[in-house]
Structure formats: C-alpha cells, structure tokens
C-alpha cells in the first residue's frame, strides 16, 4: 500500500506511521518529496488496508491500496486460467456456451414442463425456474415454495436438464441444495454475505447476478466470498443496473462482460429478460451480449407470457424458442464458442 502523509505532517507522525507498518510485519518505504511524504510498503495488503486503519492516524491523507481487494476470482491468482464451471457435464467458460432457459416463476407443473421441454428442443444447456422469488410488492406472487422445487424435479428427470433456481434466505438452504445443479444468488441478494458463504460451503455451483446498484468491484467481492470458502464454481452474471433510463427496466451494461472477464477469471453470463423488461429487446441485447464476450445467456420464457404470475412481458414464447436459439447461435458460432449440451455437440464438449 502507499500511505500519502499530509503536506506539512510532522516527523513524529511519519516515524509513528512506519513504525505501525513494521509492527505488522511490512518493511516501509519513504519517499520524501519538497511538500508531501509517501511510505511505500510492499506486501499482501488486502488485510492490513483494513485491519490497521491508517488513514486514522493523525498526519495521514490517504491510503491507496496496490493490491485489487479480491484475490482468489481475480485473474491474477490464476495466471490467465478461467474457471470453467461444470454443471452435470455442461461447461460454462473457456469457449463452452452455457445458455439457460426457463420460466421466470415455477407456476404450474404444465406450465414448468411445456418450458422445460422446449429449452431442451431448441438446444437450450439447463433450465431455469424459481421456486421461491424475491418480489417488490409483498402482494405479488411469491413463488409455489417446496412444491415448486418438487415440480423442477420432475422437469430434470423428464428432460435431463440441470436446474437453475433461487436461494433467498438460509432456511430454505436444505431443501434448495437437494434440487438445484446451480443455485441462483440474485439481484437482491448479492450482498448478503451470510449466504453467500453458505453456498461456498455447500460447494455447489452457484450463478451469481450482479445487484441493480452493484460495482463490478463489489460483485467481484462477493463472488470472493464464495470462493474463499473453497468453492471456484461461480458464474458471474450481468442483468441491469439502475440508471435514470425508464425505457428499459434497467440499463444492460454490456461493457461489464469484457471489463469483468478482464479482472476475474470467473464465466460472466448475461441475462438480457430482467434488464430489458420488454420482449422484442430481449433478442438484440442478447446478440450484443454474445458478441460482447459473454459465456452464456439466461432467458426467460413462457407457454402463455399474457397469463404468467411473474414476468410476463419479457417473456419469449416456448413455442418460437427454437427460432430465437437458432438466431443466437449463429453469434456463438462467430464467436468461436459451442452452446454446452447442444444436441448437435456431445454433453460435456
Ligand atoms: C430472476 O432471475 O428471476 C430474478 C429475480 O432476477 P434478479 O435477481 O436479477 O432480479
Ligand atoms: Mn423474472
């Protein structure tokens, strides 16, 4: 880290600075210029930043940190490797396209096994569904809860997709984990580092959206307490942010992917549903996302958008889905990248 001392900081401020620093362990480095002192210290600085509060201390202007604040997601500690992550054979990363489909809500078991069947038609790689969903109004549809998860169930086995749902809080923990081949941490929740622990924990997959007001620094921070619980398995996923735009339900930041996929060796996938709102822009900001870089897509579909409990507009139709794969995959094949568990590839290619 670099502590940059006040103009005008006294001797004995300096000298009690660099002392701190050799108390923890780090040989300081003074740089006294004609107005301003600077002391270097070279060193894992991710713990001591926060751990010695420097900026306390009397004299001193700023700490910067030289260190990013996450380690383990970054692509530093890989040497240039990405994390693939691997989902019941499908990988997500390093050129394996994972595109996932589904129901924003499980509603019905009809409902869940008419979308299920036609993610896997079009060549779709795990299916989505939650069976517990975050809702702003209290007086929305909060989802069907454990028989919901039984209904998902019931599509993998039919379909043999993985299934990709929601873990809003630790209680439902046990039951969600006996479902999901992937568990959804979403926009809300991001920070809520409780579970995000829990789910380093358990070590399974876990698809991570990035909040509506989240830095990608942030988000990285919270993909790091997952894998600091010895779990790499996390793919990183983009779905709006909030800006003054009301067009949109949120604002696609299309440049996370490349800006992301250049400081964390993490899959980055984009959901273009929640941050379009609106059906007809689904199909073009899920083109830019794939041309961007994105390692996959989630999209939400629905045999009857018009009488769906969640979602409806953004929707696509189970019965034109195949039509909208086969338009992305054309942008997936330019990009050099194969849909994982595309009937046309062998599962796991
Ligand atoms: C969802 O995927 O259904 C969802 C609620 O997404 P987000 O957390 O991104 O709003
Ligand atoms: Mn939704």
Redesign the pocket.
């Known amino acids: 880290m670099m502590v940059i001392m006040q103009q005008g900081a006294t001797e004995e401020q300096i000298r009690h600075v660099m002392e701190r620093l050799e108390a923890a362990g780090v040989k300081p480095h003074p740089s006294r210029g004609e107005f301003v002192t600077v002391i270097g210290a070279i060193g894992d600085d991710r713990e001591l930043v926060a751990s010695l509060a420097l900026e306390a201390e009397p004299g001193v202007e700023k700490v910067v940190p030289i260190l990013k604040p996450y380690k383990l997601v970054s692509t530093d500690f890989r040497g240039g490797t990405d994390v693939v992550v691997e989902v019941a054979g499908r990988k997500v990363g390093n050129g394996s396209f994972g595109l996932i489909a589904g129901p ?1 809500a499980v509603e019905t078991r009809e409902q869940t096994l008419t979308a299920a069947h036609a993610a896997k038609d079009a060549g779709a790689s795990m299916l989505r569904g ?1 069976a517990y ?2 809702r702003t109004s209290p007086y929305a549809f909060q989802g069907l809860g454990a028989p919901g998860l039984d209904i998902l169930r019931e599509a993998r086995e039919e379909t043999g997709l993985p299934i990709v749902t ?1 873990l809003m809080n630790l209680r439902q923990l046990d039951d969600v984990l006996d479902v999901a081949d992937v568990v ?1 941490i ?3 929740n991001v920070q809520n580092f409780d579970l995000l622990r829990e789910v380093g924990q358990a070590g399974v997959p876990v698809l991570l ?1 990035r909040g509506m007001a989240t830095t990608i620094e942030e988000w990285l921070l919270s993909a790091e307490y997952v894998a600091r619980e010895g779990n790499p398995n996390v793919i990183l996923c983009e ?1 709006g942010i909030r800006t003054f735009e009301p067009a949109t339900r949120a604002t696609l930041d299309i440049s996370a992917v490349p800006v992301t996929k250049s400081l964390s060796s993490l899959p980055v996938i984009v ?1 273009p549903s ?1 941050a379009a709102g609106k059906r007809d822009y689904i199909l073009p900001m899920a083109r830019a996302a794939v041309a961007a870089g994105a390692d996959g897509l989630i999209v939400e579909i629905h045999p009857a958008p018009e009488h769906a409990l969640c979602d409806g507009p953004q929707a696509l139709h189970t019965e034109t889905f195949d039509e909208w794969v086969a338009d992305i995959r054309r942008i997936v094949d330019v990009m050099g990248k194969v849909i994982a568990g595309d009937g046309s590839v062998p599962v796991g290619a």
């Open positions: 924003c939650g969903k975050p929601e959804q979403g926009a809300r959206k779905r959901d929640h």
